[in-house]
C-alpha cells in the first residue's frame, strides 16, 4: 500500500516538475509589482475603465480569450491570461464591471455590494500575492481593527456578547478568555481550523489532476492516507462541534459567518476555514470594492484585452464536433458575435449550463450529472442606510456585528425559511451589520460628512418570487411594502445597538434577491451561486465539479468551482486559467512567493546592517 502511495505520489511529482519546466511561459516568473500611483479620485475618469459600455468597435481584434462576467473569478482568469501577452476579451451584462466587487453611489453614499471584509492579505501571503500581481501592486488595502467582529446571541436581559480578535495566537487565546471552561474545545476547532488551511491546497489539487487520477485516489482510500482533510470535508459542521463542546454559544462561534445552510448541512472544514481566513487579520480595500476591478482591468488593457460593460452573453456558440468557438452578445435589439479560442463562463454553472448553452447540449447527460450535483443556495436581503453624520456622531466603527435571536443555529434556520412568505418579515433570527465608510480611510474625503451602513440577512427566493417579472424600479408598491418590512424590523433591531442611527438616517435602499438576479446576474437571487451544502462538498463531487465541461474550450470560473468568497472565487479564477492554459499557475505563485521571501530578508539585513 505504502508503495503504491510512494509511487502515485512520485508520479504527481515528477510529472508536475516535468510540466512547469519544460511547459509554456508563465504569467507570473517575474514580480510585477510597481509602486501605487494616486487614487484616481475623478468619478468620469473610474467610469471611462468601469463602465465602457459594449460595442462592436471596441472588440479587440484575434482575442485568446473570453470571459462572461467580471467577478473576481472571471477577473483573475482574464488577468492571469493577458500577463502572458494574451488578448482577453471580459463581457459583463451589469452597466459596470465587477460583479460582487462593484459598488453604486446613491446621494453621495457608496455601498460595496459583496465585499465586507477580507481575510488572508497578510505580507508576503498567497493570497496577497495574487491580488498583488493581478493589480500590479495598485491595490491598497486597509487592516482593521484588531477586534473586527462582535457577535450577540440572545435579546434583552438574556443577551450575551463575546468579540472575536485577530492575530496569529490572540484569536485564540482571546476565545479561551471568553470561554474558560471550554478551553480544551477552543484548541481543538484551532487544531481543525490549522489542518483545514493547510491541506485545502489537496482539495484544490483534486480539480488540477486528471478526474480518474482523482477518483482513483478517493476511492481506494490512498486520498485518506495523505490527509485527514478528505474525511473533514465531508462532515457536518453540527457533529463535530457537538463532539468538542455541549456549549451552545461556543457552536454559534464556530459557525457564525452564516451563508444560508444550516450547520448540521454543512461542512466543518469550510466553516473552520471561514474563521481561519480572518486569524491574521482582516482588510478592506483601500478606496472601497471598486478598486479590484478598476486595477484589474488595467492590467487587462495593458495587453491589448479589455473590459466591456453592458454586454449580455445570451449564448455560447458551439460548433458542430461539439467545440465552442465564441459567444453571442445582445446589443439592443442585435445579436453580435465575439469569437475566441478560449471561452471562460464566470456567471455560475446554473446560467452557463442551464440558459447559455444550445438546447441539446444542456440536454446531455454529461452537462445533466454536471447540475444534479449543486444546487442554487439562499437569496440575500440587505438594507442599505445613508446618515448625515460622522462615525464619531454616530457612535459607530469598523467592528461588524453578527446577531442571533438564540443559540440554536439549526434549528433557528430551519424554522425561518421553512415560514409563510408573510411570516417572515417578522421572524428574522440573524442579521450581520457593518459600517462600510468606517472601514476606509479614504471615506471621509471621497464622501466628506457621509456615514453608511449595511444590514445583511438570508431570505428564500420564492417569497419573492411572484414579483420576477416585474422590473427594476417598478415592482409595485406591494413589492416595496413587503421587502420594507423585512428592513424596518432589521433597521429597528440595528437601532438597539446604535440609537443614534434613526434621527440622522437620511438614505435607504433595499435589496432582495430580485435585486441579485438583476445587478450581479445571479441564478434565482442566490447569494453565493451554488449551494454551500455537505453534498456540494462531498468528496468526489469536489473531483468531479471541475473547470472543464462537456463542451470543448469551455471552462468555469468564479465561486462555484471551489468556493464563494473574494477569495474563494479568485481561486476558482486561477483553477481556470491553470486548466485552460495548460500550465499549473500555482508552482509559479509558489516560487514566486519564495522569492519574494528571500528578497525581503535580504533587505532586512541590509537594513540592520546600515542602522548597525
Ligand atoms: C451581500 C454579499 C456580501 C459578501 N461579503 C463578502 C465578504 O465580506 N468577504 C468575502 O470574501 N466575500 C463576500 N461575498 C462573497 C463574494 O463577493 C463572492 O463569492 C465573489 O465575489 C463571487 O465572485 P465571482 O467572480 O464568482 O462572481 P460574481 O462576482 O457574482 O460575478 C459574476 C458576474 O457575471 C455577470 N453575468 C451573469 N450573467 C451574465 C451574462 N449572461 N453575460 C455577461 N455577464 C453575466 C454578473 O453580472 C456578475 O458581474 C459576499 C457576497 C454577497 C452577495
Ligand atoms: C467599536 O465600538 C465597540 C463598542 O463600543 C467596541 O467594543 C469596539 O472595540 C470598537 N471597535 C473599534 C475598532 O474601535
Not at 454616530?394 to 439549526?410: E, Q, R
Not at 469551455?554 to 500550465?583: K, N, P
Amino acid at each position: 500500500m505504502w508503495l503504491l502511495v510512494f509511487l502515485v505520489s512520485f508520479l504527481i511529482g515528477v510529472g508536475t516538475t516535468f510540466w512547469y519546466l519544460f511547459g509554456r511561459q508563465s504569467p507570473f516568473t517575474v514580480d510585477s509589482v510597481r509602486d501605487p500611483e494616486p487614487m484616481e479620485l475623478d468619478q468620469k475618469k473610474r467610469d471611462k475603465v468601469l463602465k465602457q459600455g459594449f460595442t462592436r468597435e471596441k472588440v479587440p481584434q484575434s482575442l485568446d480569450a473570453i470571459v462572461i462576467g467580471s467577478g473576481i473569478g472571471g477577473m483573475t482568469a482574464a488577468a492571469t491570461i493577458a500577463k502572458l501577452g494574451k488578448r482577453v476579451l471580459v463581457l459583463e451584462q451589469h452597466d459596470q464591471a465587477g460583479g460582487c466587487c462593484h459598488t453604486f453611489t446613491e446621494k453621495g453614499f457608496e455601498f460595496d455590494v459583496g465585499l465586507h471584509y477580507i481575510g488572508q492579505l497578510h505580507e508576503n501571503s498567497f493570497f496577497r500575492i495574487v491580488m498583488d500581481q493581478i493589480t500590479e501592486g495598485q491595490l491598497q488595502f486597509v487592516e482593521l481593527d484588531k477586534h473586527f467582529d462582535t457577535i450577540i446571541i440572545g435579546t434583552g436581559e438574556e443577551q450575551r456578547k463575546y468579540t472575536i480578535y485577530m492575530g496569529k495566537t490572540e484569536m485564540e487565546e482571546h476565545l479561551k478568555k471568553q470561554f474558560p471552561n471550554d478551553v480544551k474545545a477552543v484548541e481543538e476547532f484551532f487544531k481543525i481550523m490549522k489542518i483545514s488551511a493547510r491541506k485545502t491546497p489537496f482539495l484544490a489539487g483534486l480539480k488540477l489532476i486528471p478526474q480518474w487520477l482523482a477518483l482513483f485516489l478517493l476511492r481506494s482510500g490512498i486520498a485518506d492516507l495523505l490527509s485527514p482533510v478528505f474525511r473533514l470535508i465531508g462532515s457536518s459542521a453540527t457533529e463535530v462541534a457537538d463532539i468538542l463542546t455541549s456549549n451552545k454559544d461556543l457552536q454559534i462561534i464556530f459557525a457564525y459567518f452564516f451563508y444560508g445552510v444550516p450547520p448540521r448541512d454543512s461542512s466543518s472544514l469550510i466553516n473552520a476555514l471561514l474563521l481561519h481566513h480572518y486569524k491574521r487579520g482582516a482588510y478592506y480595500p483601500r478606496g472601497g470594492a471598486s478598486e479590484i476591478p478598476f486595477h484589474i482591468t488595467k492590467v487587462i488593457q495593458k495587453y491589448g484585452g479589455n473590459v466591456l460593460v453592458r454586454a449580455p452573453v445570451t449564448r455560447v456558440l458551439v460548433d458542430s464536433k461539439g467545440a465552442a468557438y465564441g459567444v453571442s452578445v445582445k446589443k439592443g435589439q442585435e445579436e453580435v458575435e465575439v469569437r475566441a479560442p478560449i471561452i471562460i463562463s464566470n456567471c455560475g454553472i446554473f446560467n452557463t449550463f442551464k440558459r447559455l448553452l444550445p438546447p441539446e447540449i444542456q440536454a446531455k447527460p454529461e452537462i445533466q450529472k454536471r447540475l444534479d450535483m449543486m444546487k442554487p443556495g439562499q437569496g440575500s436581503l440587505l438594507v442599505f442606510s445613508g446618515f448625515d453624520a460622522t462615525a464619531e456622531e454616530l457612535g459607530i466603527n469598523s467592528t461588524n456585528l453578527w446577531l442571533f435571536n438564540n443559540n440554536d443555529m439549526d434549528a433557528m434556520m430551519d424554522d425561518f425559511f421553512s415560514l409563510e412568505k408573510d411570516e417572515a418579515p417578522d421572524n428574522i433570527p440573524m442579521m450581520f451589520i457593518t459600517f462600510p465608510s468606517a472601514k476606509d480611510p479614504t471615506s471621509k474625503i471621497r464622501h466628506p460628512g457621509k456615514t453608511c451602513m449595511t444590514i445583511m440577512t438570508m431570505v428564500n427566493y420564492e417569497w419573492f418570487e411572484e414579483w420576477k417579472d416585474t422590473t427594476v424600479k417598478k415592482r409595485g408598491d406591494d413589492y416595496m411594502d413587503y421587502k420594507m418590512r423585512f428592513a424596518n424590523n432589521l433597521f429597528d433591531w440595528a437601532c438597539m445597538y446604535f440609537p443614534k442611527l434613526r434621527e440622522k438616517l437620511v438614505f435607504q435602499e433595499v435589496a432582495t434577491p430580485l435585486t441579485n438576479v438583476h445587478f450581479l446576474g445571479a441564478y434565482r437571487g442566490a447569494m453565493y451561486s451554488a449551494e454551500h451544502n455537505l453534498e456540494r462538498f462531498h468528496i468526489e463531487v469536489m473531483a468531479k465539479n471541475r473547470c472543464d465541461t462537456p463542451v470543448k474550450n469551455l471552462f468555469i470560473s468564479g465561486q462555484d468551482v471551489f468556493s464563494c468568497g473574494i477569495a474563494g472565487a479568485l481561486h476558482g479564477g486561477l483553477l481556470c486559467a491553470s486548466i485552460a492554459l495548460g500550465h499549473i499557475v500555482y508552482i509559479d505563485l509558489f516560487l514566486l512567493k519564495k522569492k519574494l521571501k528571500r528578497r525581503k530578508a535580504r533587505e532586512m539585513a541590509a537594513l540592520a546592517k546600515k542602522l548597525q
